[in-house]
Nanobody, 124 residues
Framework: QVQLVESGGGLVQAGDSLRLSCAASGRTFSSVGMGWFRQAPGKEREFVAAITRADGNTRYADSVKGRFTISRDNLKNTMYLQMNSLASEDTAVYYC?????????????????WGQGTQVTVSS
């Protein structure tokens, strides 16, 4: 089992930056890929970014490309999401997820473990 805990969410203004963290514990060595998803009120949970555990390759949703950066520190078992130039449409609960099978998937069902989520609210 892998346990994931997100932190770093909050209320910011449009144009501000925020960094989310995802601390992993348990059988972290079994994960091959990790990702960030988000869910706005009344909408489906959507892919934001993914990163491979071994070599740090990344993948982004078009909506965040150039503004968000995903990274990981395997020694700390922590993944990050640096979010710059935030806009109101980025308001959502952000979830981190871990996959035992897929390295850079943008599909929710490719991920085996999920955190509880952290709220990000961007005021315009």
């Amino acid at each position: 089992q892998v346990q994931l805990v997100e932190s770093g969410g909050g209320l910011v203004q449009a144009g501000d930056s925020l960094r989310l963290s995802c601390a992993a514990s348990g059988r972290t060595f079994s994960s091959v890929g990790m990702g960030w998803f988000r869910q706005a009120p009344g909408k489906e949970r959507e892919f934001v970014a993914a990163i491979t555990r071994a070599d740090g390759n990344t993948r982004y949703a078009d909506s965040v490309k150039g503004r968000f950066t995903i990274s990981r520190d395997n020694l700390k078992n922590t993944m990050y999401l640096q979010m710059n130039s935030l806009a109101s449409e980025d308001t959502a609960v952000y979830y981190c997820a871990s996959s035992l099978r897929y390295r850079l998937s943008d599909l929710k069902n490719a991920y085996d473990y999920w955190g509880q989520g952290t709220q990000v609210t961007v005021s315009s």
